[in-house]
């Protein structure tokens, strides 16, 4: 008798009772189709995951009170996996005889956008359902290569009626976004039976940073109109065998929680023609000094890939190779953060000079790359320019990482006695 | 009749008549024009600032949307409304129609909708079909008169189109030759006092509603054989009725507002446009016990042929274990009624601009085609591709269901094809037996993901390589020895004509008899028996079991098989080297199966049936089942063709490759 509750309780706190029923009417609409809406609204989560305890081990039990769906807030948000349901129209129309408004928020699809001149139906990413003076933002999430979930941004067009909903307060929409796939779990919350993601604060820390770019695949074909793509035998091999490297070394390091990003040519290749640069001959990743784990080296020959070389120490320059197969290298770069700039350091084996290659401070987004799930600096075009310098549009193929970079300094020589640490070659 | 007259002069435009005339009157009156030109100079200024801000505005508001930069949401908006045309309520459209020995065209209210003055195409007779109401364009087709058959196509055509449709006829260079008394008779009930009498070379135009009045009728006689009719420009003008009156009367439901949209744009679909008893569009079959390829996608592969896909997707929608969420249909093209089409029966559509040209177009649409299907289903080991040209068996996932396995586990594995190449009437027999086999058939397959993204994708001929994809895949760098899996009776069947390497001929002798299985739920015997070893093992049991035939008789000859039924026979031919099918191609020639290239074989050995009976055939020396071969055995030698033959036979290979 959740109308009666919710009018003792709501008027006792002065809460907004409205939130409630309309959440009950959403979440009766779409069981009655049989869509599996999942709730993601982070306000809600974030007091949910305080109770989560006791909320997991009583999933029946009456609520004595209200306490997650009568903060009077403009709008609750909810998630849906595409895949789950047929795009019924059905719904649509049974949400008009309940008196929901709806809005529908569709824009091309991502994952046709890397094809040459494919042009598909507009996909769904967004939904509004507004009753009274409540809205559900419903947010559509997609399965994309790399086996995670992709949503859309969230942009109006010209008919759409911009008052709608307080568009600017939603949580989701203001970027695309990226996360793995939740595992869910049904609560009763505030009397209202409901999935939420089963670990309700790792989907927060999730959510914080969850931005998604996707690959400049319009440039990208510029790019191979201008430079003609090399398909000969070695190219082909050779990006499966950094494809193949690059996924094994994706899985050791998550395996690990460590975080890192595609780096140098591996990163230009993504932003430039959002593909493995065949000529590039290794794979580049980057890792903050503040996220090493000793662990790191074993785990990766446990991998199968042996350490090549370890230059520099966790105080300084740090820099991991490992030995892939058939001559793909896996070199691993440790970043330095400073007040207004961040850095990785190199070492020449022989002469023991050290080299400082100097960056803009950045932050990470997620990006789908040769089917995988991974981190590229948001800010890549100040990442690529100072790496690269005005002209990384122009593929070279002779490189000297000593001296090619653009932003690359001296930075003294090793002390003589530190050699046999730090630089250490197998 | 015969009667000819110069073209009248033309009438001036409905729509200017009333401007002059509003012009002139306003021009009587001096103060009055004053003000007049005034009003315009000033209306034009507002317009044309009007348009220079909504091409600034529409531009930045492209610009921004492109960025897919954290705009903030408001900056995005423009409050530019879209002016508004006045809504068109003319009643009634002016038709212009053309026929000349190398020119034809359409006009409807000055817009071209057909023109066709290419040499050497477009023979016989144009059909347009115009919506009552709408005036809009529903089909277009031409239908080669001059040769034999297309008359009866063109029949077909004009009873599948609705009643109270406006059909325009004209002829381009020739299309009485083989226009038969019936399609004659079917013109004449349309109200064409000439199309009885049509005859060689003659121009001819004609304007109906079907099933009602003539709107016109032109026609020029050819004076003789050696030339042509003199042109004929037919002008007349056709009233329009009301919408209600254009459409049919369904009950309102989602299924019947899909069939709606449809029936309103396109005609030539019979009766799923019927007012009375519209035949369904969904078809809801028996879902499948236990069927593993429910979550598989399925990449249909298409062109501009609608009707070919219309007809694909109801025999697809009606198998049984189809998951319509699944199925994509790729065009090759931004063709309006393939995607209608699609619509129709709900499913979701992607085109894409075609690249290249001729065969290396198809390549590259199938590249773009199976690259998106893997993006689209992330989690998908496997893809099916279908063509928009076959039918599919009733029993084709569950056929698939039952032998995917083998595909995901057995490496030798190449691809699952519903096709067998030598699978004709009187070659197959047995809807529960499959085949390993060294060539890769298409024609409804299963392709493995990781084939095609380690293997195919990143290697896939590029546009300026005119490759077949099929013959591609079919080299042996790509191909690997690897084998395919295909069934005795085909799970498909091949009923398209009009191809770009396809033509009637072909079609008949090829295609035409080969076996389809409509036969449900057949059970498939000893999958596990196609797995590598496991099928050498079933080979060498059944050549064990195999009675030798008489090596003396003629083996193109009935007799050479006894009447008998259920047996196993073996025969021998000679085969010289792995590559020596010389014997095996006359064999093939006088079964009338399959000979245009070698196709069907596992090691020097084939696998069919003759009335009733399991045949085999084993190349000797070259297969390893040389060995069952008695000593007194002498292989079967078969001459291949004198030379010319051969050569003339070889632009037939090439057009079969791609089919």
Not at chain 1, 55 to 63: F, K
Not at chain 1, 269 to 298: E, M, T
Request: glycine share 6%; proline share 6%; with cysteine.
């Amino acid at each position: 008798n959740g109308a009666a509750f919710s009018k003792v309780r709501g008027s006792q706190s002065g809460q907004d009772s409205t939130r409630w029923h309309v959440v009950r009417k959403f979440l009766g609409l779409t069981s009655g189709h049989n869509i599996p809406v999942y709730l993601i609204d982070p306000l809600i989560l974030g007091l949910v995951d305080k109770d989560i305890e006791q909320i997991r081990s009583s999933p029946d039990g009456p609520s004595p009170e209200c306490k997650y769906f009568c903060a009077p807030r403009d709008f609750t948000t909810f998630a849906l996996l595409d895949k789950t349901w047929k795009h019924e129209v059905g719904l649509f129309r049974t949400a008009e005889k309940m008196g929901f408004q709806w809005l529908k928020i569709i824009n091309k699809d991502p994952r046709l956008d890397g094809m040459d001149d494919l042009s598909g139906m507009e996909i769904p990413l967004h939904y509004i359902f507004k009753l009274a003076s409540h809205a559900i933002h419903l947010v559509v999430f997609y399965e994309r290569s790399g086996n995670f979930l992709w949503h859309g941004p969230l942009r109006l067009k010209q008919p759409m009626d911009r008052k709608f909903v307080p568009f600017r307060k939603l949580h989701f929409g203001r970027y695309p976004g990226a996360y793995e796939k939740p595992e869910l779990l049904l609560v009763s919350i505030d009397d209202l039976k409901v999935q939420i993601p089963k670990n309700p604060s790792s989907f927060l820390e999730e959510m914080s940073h969850s931005r998604f770019l996707e690959c400049r695949y319009r440039e990208a074909r510029a790019f191979f109109q201008l430079y003609p793509d090399d398909a000969s035998l070695d190219a082909v091999e050779f990006r499966k065998k950094a494809k193949s490297l690059l996924h094994l070394a994706a899985l050791t390091l998550n395996n690990l929680g460590v975080k890192f990003w595609l780096s140098s040519g591996t990163c230009l290749g993504w932003y430039r023609q959002c593909n493995v640069i065949p000529h590039s001959k290794d794979v580049d990743l980057g890792i903050f000094i503040r996220d090493y784990k000793a662990d790191i080296i074993p785990a990766f020959q446990n991998a199968g890939l042996p350490l090549k070389h370890k230059f520099g120490k966790v105080e300084d320059s740090l820099e991991l190779s490992f030995q892939g197969e058939g001559d793909v290298k896996l070199d691993i770069f440790f970043f330095y953060e400073e007040d207004d700039h961040i850095w990785n350091g190199g070492t020449q084996a022989k002469s023991g000079k050290k080299f400082k290659y100097l960056f803009p401070k950045f932050t990470l987004c997620w990006t789908e790359f040769v089917e995988l799930k991974v981190h590229v600096p948001c800010e890549t075009l100040q990442y690529v320019e100072a790496n690269y310098g005005p002209e990384w549009r122009v593929p070279v193929k002779t490189w000297d990482w000593k001296s090619s970079p653009f932003n690359v300094q001296d930075n003294g020589v090793w002390p003589i006695d530190e050699w046999d640490n730090v630089i250490q070659i197998y | 009749m015969d009667e000819w007259k110069p073209n009248p002069t033309v009438k001036p435009h409905k729509k200017r008549s009333w401007y002059l005339a509003w012009k002139y009157k306003l021009m009587n009156q001096r103060a009055l024009r004053k003000l007049c030109q005034t009003g315009a100079v000033l209306f034009l200024l507002v317009t044309v600032i009007v348009n220079i801000k909504l091409i600034l505005d529409t531009r930045r508001a492209a610009y921004e949307e492109e960025e897919e930069s954290a705009q903030d949401y408001d900056d995005e908006m423009l409050n530019v409304e879209a002016p508004r045309h006045p809504v068109n309520n003319k009643k009634v459209l002016d038709v212009e129609v053309y026929s000349s020995r190398s020119k034809v065209y359409v006009a409807v209210d000055g817009t071209t909708v057909l023109e066709d003055e290419a040499r050497e195409q477009g023979r016989g007779i144009h059909v347009i079909v115009l919506n009552q109401a709408t005036g809009h364009v529903m089909a277009k087709r031409v239908f080669d008169t001059y040769s034999p058959h297309e008359d009866e196509a063109m029949v077909l055509f004009l009873n599948m189109v609705a009643r109270g449709r406006i059909l325009i006829f004209t002829i381009k260079d020739e299309g009485s030759f083989h226009l038969k008394e019936t399609a004659k008779n079917v013109l004449k009930s349309l109200g064409s006092q000439v199309a009885p009498f049509l005859s060689w070379r003659d121009m001819w135009t004609f304007v109906g509603k079907k099933g009602g009045e003539v709107y016109g009728e032109k026609h020029a006689k050819s004076p003789a054989l050696s030339t042509w009719g003199d042109p004929v420009l037919l002008k007349t003008e056709v009233h329009l009725t009301s919408v209600e009156d254009a459409e049919c009367h369904w009950p309102d439901t989602e299924l019947n507002r899909r069939r709606k949209r449809f029936c309103s744009k396109v005609e030539g679909y019979g009766s799923v446009c019927s007012c009375k008893d519209p035949t369904p569009i969904e078809f809801n079959p028996d879902p499948l016990k236990d069927n593993k390829v429910f979550d598989v996608p399925v990449a249909v592969i298409a062109g501009n042929r609608p009707n070919y896909l219309y007809r694909m997707l109801r025999s697809l929608l009606s198998a049984q274990g189809v998951n319509p969420q699944m199925i994509t249909v790729f065009i090759d093209g931004y063709y309006e009624e393939p995607m209608d089409v699609v619509e129709l029966f709900g499913l979701s559509g992607i085109q894409h601009t075609p690249i290249s040209i001729k065969n290396a177009r198809v390549s590259q649409h199938y590249k773009a085609s199976l690259t998106a299907t893997f993006n689209l289903f992330p989690d998908a080991k496997f893809a099916v591709v279908l063509e928009e040209d076959l039918d599919i068996s009733v029993d084709f996932f569950s056929f698939l269901s039952q032998s995917i396995h083998l595909l995901a586990e057995d490496e030798s594995l190449y691809c699952i094809s519903a096709w067998n190449d030598q699978g004709y009437e009187h070659t197959a027999e047995d809807p529960s037996l499959l085949y390993r086999v060294e060539t890769m058939p298409g024609l409804g397959w299963v392709l493995r993901k990781s084939l095609y993204k380690d293997e195919l994708e990143p290697k896939w001929p590029t546009p300026e390589k005119l490759w077949d994809w099929d013959m591609w895949m079919r080299m042996p760098e790509q191909r690997k020895g690897r084998e395919c899996i295909i069934p005795d009776i085909s799970r498909s069947y091949h009923f398209g004509i009009v191809g770009l390497n396809m033509n009637g001929y072909f079609h008949e002798a090829y295609f035409k008899k080969h076996k389809f299985n409509t036969v449900p739920n057949v059970q498939l015997k000893n999958v596990e028996s196609l797995r590598k070893d496991n099928y050498e093992t079933e080979i060498h049991r059944l050549l064990g079991e195999a009675e030798v035939l008489d090596h003396s008789k003629n083996p193109c000859e009935d007799s050479f098989v006894p009447d008998t039924e259920g047996k196993v026979y073996v025969m021998f031919i000679r085969m010289e080297q792995e590559a020596d099918f010389t014997t095996w191609t006359q064999l093939a020639k006088c079964l009338h199966i399959w000979d245009l290239d070698v196709r069907g074989n596992h090691k020097g050995l084939w696998r069919l049936f003759r009335k009733k009976n399991h045949f085999l055939v084993v190349g000797v020396p070259a297969s390893p089942y040389s060995s069952k071969k008695p000593s007194s055995v002498t292989p079967i030698y078969m001459e291949p063709p004198a030379k010319e033959e051969g050569a003339a036979a070889a632009p037939a290979v090439a057009a079969a490759e791609q089919t």
